[in-house]
């Protein structure tokens, strides 16, 4: 346990650098684009994305990859992959898949072989976190829940992002728990 924590963090380990070699956000962005136009279209894929707006996904997804291979806390405020993917089934094949869709949207953007290992080995850290046989309770300051069946109001200690309109909610703001996903009060009532 300790040397796979000792591994990630030594993949997790800041390289501002890198990424601004890559291409930074531009690039970054345009290789999600690529990778969720598949997406949502691959037929084993797709069926996770039912209910996802592509632009959020994208954007977050963008925040995500910068907090990760730059270390900026700022650069994304959504979930942790463990409580994002909290209640999806997810197989091994399925993540494989996933990675050589990511790994194609790479190529086309023009990262080369050990620009896009770096990228995947950053995606594997998440791996364990991601695929499972069922799915898994969602923690909320630290406590464990299932998603509500009615609309449950969570007080935030710290910003969080709405799973509908992708907007910030604040420190002593409510999340509203609804179905599987939180969202701010202005999106409650659309859920």
């Not at 797709?46 to 994208?58: G, L, R, S």
Request: charged residues 30%.
């Amino acid at each position: 346990m300790e040397e796979r924590r000792r591994r990630a963090g030594d993949v997790l380990r800041p390289d501002p650098e890198w990424y601004r070699a890559i291409g930074g956000d531009q690039t970054v962005r345009r290789a999600l684009e690529i990778f969720y136009e598949r997406v949502f279209s691959d037929p084993v894929l797709a069926p996770f994305f039912a209910t996802v707006d592509k632009p959020t996904i994208i954007a977050k997804q963008v925040g995500f990859m910068k907090r990760c291979f730059t270390g900026e806390k700022n650069a994304y405020i959504g979930q942790r992959p463990r409580n994002a993917h909290h209640h999806l089934v997810i197989s091994e094949g399925q993540f494989d898949h996933r990675e050589r869709l990511m790994r194609e949207a790479l190529a086309e953007v023009g990262l080369r072989s050990e620009q896009i290992e770096r990228w995947i080995a950053v995606e594997e850290v998440f791996r364990r976190q991601i695929v499972k046989e069922r799915p898994v309770p969602l923690f909320y300051n630290g406590f464990a829940t299932y998603w509500a069946d009615e609309a449950k109001e969570e007080r935030l200690t710290c910003a969080a992002t709405c799973d509908r309109c992708g907007g910030e909610v604040l420190p002593g703001d409510s999340l509203w728990v609804v179905g599987e996903r939180a969202v701010c009060g202005g999106c409650r009532d659309l859920e």
